[in-house]
C-alpha cells in the first residue's frame, strides 16, 4: 500500500507594501538626496526582507507547509479517480477529496532461460521441437540455439498478459502424456481460419491456445513451473486488465476427472 499525503504552504502576513511589491513609483524624493545608508535601505527591501531567522542566517528553519489530508493507496483501489482525504482541517482549502488517474504496470524482474521441447501443430500432424526459451519481463521467447539469441529475431513468443491459466503446472494426461510436459494457455480474438486441434480450442469470439512444453527433467519442470506462476503472480496484481482473465482457461472449466488424472502424473 501507499500512503499518500498532501501539504499546504502556511503563508504570514507579507512584509512589503503594496507599492513595493508591485514596483509602483510614487512622487518621492531623489535617490540623489538620500544618504549611502538609506539609500542601500531602500533598494534592498525588495531582496532582504527585514524578517531573518532568529538563529541567524545560517540556521535552519521549520518548514512551512503543513500535511491538510492523507489517503491510503492500494491494489483494490488503483482504478478510482477521487479519493477521500483524512485529516484535514477546518481551515483548509480542500474540500476533503482530490481527482486524480493512475496508470501502472508491471515491470517483472523474474528471470529464467533454458531448453524446453515444444509441441508444434504442423497440418493437423503434432511434432516436437526443442528450442532455446528466455523469460525475461512479462514475455517468454524463443529461439533455435542459445547464440541465436543475439544474432537473431526469435521464433515466436508467448505473451504472459495473454495467458488464462490460472496455475501453470503439468499437463492432464487427456491432453499430453509425456514426460515432464506443463501447460499454459492464452487467448486471443478468434479468426476464420481456426481449425480445433489440440493445441487450438474455440470459446466463442476468442481462441484458447494450449502451450505444451517438456522440460528435460522434473526438477527442471518444477522449477519452470514455479518461475512462470512467480511471474504471472506479478503481473495480475499490477495489471488490472489481466486479473480477470483467468476464468476462461479451458483447463480451468474441465470435468474433475481430468484433474484427479492431472494430479496423478504429478510423479513423472
Given at each position: 500500500?501507499?500512503?499518500?499525503?498532501?501539504?499546504?504552504?502556511?503563508?504570514?502576513?507579507?512584509?512589503?507594501?503594496?507599492?513595493?511589491?508591485?514596483?509602483?513609483?510614487?512622487?518621492?524624493?531623489?535617490?540623489?538626496?538620500?544618504?549611502?545608508?538609506?539609500?542601500?535601505?531602500?533598494?534592498?527591501?525588495?531582496?532582504?526582507?527585514?524578517?531573518?531567522?532568529?538563529?541567524?542566517?545560517?540556521?535552519?528553519?521549520?518548514?512551512?507547509?503543513?500535511?491538510?489530508?492523507?489517503?491510503?493507496?492500494?491494489?483494490?483501489?488503483?482504478?478510482?479517480?477521487?479519493?477521500?482525504?483524512?485529516?484535514?482541517?477546518?481551515?483548509?482549502?480542500?474540500?476533503?477529496?482530490?481527482?486524480?488517474?493512475?496508470?501502472?504496470?508491471?515491470?517483472?524482474?523474474?528471470?529464467h532461460r533454458g531448453f524446453l521441447?515444444?509441441?508444434?501443430?504442423?497440418?493437423g500432424f503434432g511434432a516436437w521441437?526443442?528450442?532455446?526459451?528466455?523469460?525475461?519481463?512479462?514475455?517468454?521467447?524463443?529461439?533455435?540455439?542459445?547464440?541465436?539469441?543475439?544474432?537473431?529475431?526469435?521464433?515466436?513468443?508467448?505473451?504472459?498478459?495473454?495467458?488464462?491459466?490460472?496455475?501453470?503446472?503439468?499437463?492432464?494426461?487427456?491432453?499430453?502424456?509425456?514426460?515432464?510436459?506443463?501447460?499454459?494457455?492464452?487467448?486471443?480474438?478468434?479468426?476464420?481460419?481456426?481449425?480445433?486441434?489440440?493445441?487450438l480450442v474455440r470459446q466463442g469470439?476468442?481462441?484458447?491456445?494450449?502451450?505444451?512444453?517438456?522440460?528435460?527433467?522434473?526438477?527442471?519442470?518444477?522449477?519452470?513451473?514455479?518461475?512462470?506462476?512467480?511471474?504471472?503472480?506479478?503481473?495480475?496484481?499490477?495489471?488490472?486488465?489481466?486479473?480477470?482473465?483467468?476464468?476462461?482457461?479451458?483447463?480451468?472449466?474441465?470435468?474433475?476427472?481430468?484433474?484427479?488424472?492431472?494430479?496423478?502424473?504429478?510423479?513423472?
Amino acid at each position: 500500500l501507499v500512503q499518500l499525503e498532501v501539504y499546504g504552504l502556511q503563508t504570514k502576513r507579507e512584509i512589503l507594501d503594496h507599492e513595493s511589491k508591485y514596483h509602483i513609483k510614487k512622487q518621492e524624493k531623489s535617490m540623489f538626496s538620500l544618504t549611502p545608508k538609506l539609500k542601500m535601505n531602500k533598494e534592498s527591501r525588495l531582496t532582504r526582507p527585514d524578517l531573518s531567522s532568529p538563529g541567524g542566517p545560517h540556521k535552519g528553519r521549520t518548514s512551512s507547509f503543513a500535511m491538510v489530508g492523507n489517503t491510503i493507496i492500494t491494489l483494490e483501489n488503483l482504478k478510482r479517480k477521487e479519493w477521500r482525504l483524512e485529516s484535514v482541517p477546518p481551515v483548509s482549502p480542500l474540500e476533503g477529496g482530490i481527482r486524480f488517474q493512475l496508470n501502472c504496470h508491471s515491470e517483472s524482474q523474474v528471470r529464467h532461460r533454458g531448453f524446453l521441447t515444444m509441441f508444434d501443430d504442423v497440418s493437423g500432424f503434432g511434432a516436437w521441437h526443442r528450442r532455446w526459451f528466455v523469460l525475461e519481463g512479462n514475455r517468454l521467447t524463443f529461439w533455435k540455439y542459445p547464440e541465436n539469441q543475439k544474432t537473431e529475431a526469435p521464433l515466436g513468443s508467448i505473451d504472459l498478459g495473454a495467458c488464462v491459466t490460472e496455475s501453470v503446472e503439468i499437463a492432464p494426461r487427456e491432453i499430453c502424456s509425456r514426460f515432464n510436459t506443463f501447460l499454459m494457455e492464452s487467448r486471443r480474438p478468434a479468426k476464420s481460419s481456426d481449425r480445433p486441434s489440440l493445441v487450438l480450442v474455440r470459446q466463442g469470439a476468442s481462441t484458447i491456445i494450449r502451450h505444451l512444453l517438456s522440460a528435460d527433467s522434473r526438477e527442471e519442470r518444477l522449477t519452470w513451473c514455479s518461475i512462470l506462476n512467480k511471474a504471472l503472480e506479478n503481473l495480475r496484481a499490477w495489471d488490472p486488465q489481466t486479473k480477470d482473465s483467468r476464468s476462461d482457461s479451458v483447463s480451468s472449466t474441465e470435468s474433475g476427472s481430468t484433474l484427479a488424472s492431472s494430479t496423478s502424473t504429478e510423479i513423472w
